[in-house]
């Protein structure tokens, strides 16, 4: 089912507050997302009154033209870029070939093991060296993107006016003796 996308007057404006440009040429999308998933975690932007559609389809109907009933698929293989110039249509048998070319086909994500295998995170930062963290889970984390992700963390919180708890990991008990109470 194709949905007639409505833009209203400030529309691109709100996409382009929620686009970083890299400088891989992706335009990462730092808004929301469908999934936390990085392999399927693509971009959601809300257009005219509401209406959720994948923020990469969003910029291709902006920048280049409505794609009608065609995928939209990503030349860079990057799920949150909407770089239109990193776009192409094509149909459900182009998108197949191009996953299967990619070797992002469903067979690769039913091994468990598939993720430490990854080179690159999401945003094309090379997993490996000072760059990378094992998680308690023993996934891969890749350190620049956490950096950028608290620091935009950090301009939210000043921007909203709040000030740092330090003492919000500690218990009540905790913090009051650590105030001499």
Same mark, same amino acid.
Request: proline letters at 4%; aromatic letters at 8%; charged letters at 30%.
């Given at each position: 089912m194709v949905i007639e996308i409505k833009i209203a007057a400030d529309d691109p404006a709100r996409f382009m507050l929620n686009v970083e440009?890299?400088?891989s040429g992706c335009w990462t999308w730092t808004g929301s997302r469908q999934s936390k998933d990085p392999a399927r975690a693509y971009g959601r932007f809300y257009v005219g009154h509401g209406i959720s559609i994948k923020a990469h389809r969003f910029s291709?109907? !902006?920048? =280049?033209?409505?794609?009608?009933?065609?995928f939209v698929c990503h030349k860079c293989d990057n799920p949150i870029c909407v770089n239109p110039e990193h776009l192409f249509l094509g149909n459900h048998s182009d998108n197949a070939k191009d996953a299967k070319n990619k070797g992002r086909l469903h067979e690769v994500w039913k091994d468990?093991?598939?993720?430490s295998k990854l080179t !690159?995170? =999401?945003?094309?930062?090379?997993l490996k060296g000072?760059?990378?963290r094992i998680?308690?889970?023993?996934?891969?984390?890749?350190?620049?993107c956490m950096k950028i992700y608290h620091a935009r963390s950090e301009e939210v919180r000043k921007a909203a006016g709040k000030k740092r708890?330090?003492?919000?990991?500690?218990?009540r008990k905790t913090a009051a003796e650590g105030r001499g109470e």
């Open positions: 440009k890299e400088k291709y109907f !902006h920048f =280049i033209g409505d794609p009608g009933k065609l468990p093991s598939w993720k !690159h995170c =999401i945003r094309g930062h090379e000072d760059n990378l998680g308690s889970h023993g996934n891969r984390v890749c350190k620049e708890d330090h003492n919000s990991h500690r218990s």
